[in-house]
């Protein structure tokens, strides 16, 4: 019981911990939000859309998916148009000061983004589906449980934290600068992923 733990919590922060559209986001929403409580939409979203991928996962449609080719090209596709939109937007948009920020994003318009960015992000569905999912079939009943609500206590940690990490970086910065060079770099990473994306439907 404890190794599957163990396991579940040590593989999904590695999976989770290098710096992707979704973690952007949510920095980047708790740096520009006046009070933390306005980032909660999104941590709450984030870490309900990759609880969702996770249990889905583990209860084996990982197999499913990765058995059907066409299935993971649309899966791939969708990813690739929506983050190439994604990265444009973020490109485009211009630093905010913190007297602003509480009328730029609305409760609504976060939990829109942090859904996109979590179930239409094919990183996160193959880390999800693809590593956490086949990880899972070493573990049967209550030790596959375990397994399971291990690593959905790492997303929720993660999302909630890294919120309070912007939150900081944003009370440091309220000219708002750090935030468009952030989004500058999201927004490479976002292209960066679409190309990579774009090369692996040959194989």
């Given at each position: 019981m404890f190794s599957a733990i163990f396991h579940g919590f040590i593989l999904a922060f590695g999976l989770i911990l290098p710096l992707g559209v979704q973690n952007v986001f949510v920095f980047n929403q708790g740096a520009l939000q006046p009070r933390w409580v306005y980032v909660l939409p999104v941590v709450l979203t984030a870490s309900l859309c990759d609880t969702l991928l996770i249990s889905l996962a583990v209860f084996?449609?990982?197999?499913?998916?990765?058995?059907?080719?066409?299935?993971?090209?649309?899966?791939?596709?969708?990813?690739?148009?929506?983050?190439?939109?994604?990265?444009?937007?973020?490109?485009?948009?211009?630093?905010?000061?913190?007297?602003?920020?509480?009328?730029?994003?609305?409760?609504?318009?976060?939990?829109?983004?942090?859904?996109?960015?979590?179930?239409?992000?094919?990183?996160?569905?193959?880390?999800?589906?693809?590593?956490?999912?086949?990880?899972?079939l070493s573990y049967s009943g209550a030790a596959k449980l375990a397994f399971m609500l291990s690593c959905i206590f790492v997303s929720w940690m993660w999302f909630f934290g890294l919120s309070l990490a912007g939150r900081m970086v944003g009370k440091l910065d309220q000219s708002g600068r750090f935030i468009l060079v952030l989004n500058k770099l999201s927004a490479l990473i976002m292209w960066g992923t679409a190309i990579y994306l774009i090369f692996s439907l040959n194989y």
């Open positions: 084996g449609v990982s197999a499913v998916v990765l058995g059907v080719a066409w299935i993971k090209v649309t899966l791939l596709l969708i990813g690739i148009i929506f983050l190439i939109y994604m990265g444009y937007t973020t490109w485009k948009s211009k630093a905010h000061t913190v007297e602003t920020t509480n009328q730029s994003f609305s409760p609504r318009k976060q939990f829109v983004f942090a859904a996109s960015v979590s179930l239409l992000n094919p990183h996160a569905i193959m880390d999800t589906i693809g590593v956490i999912g086949t990880s899972s």
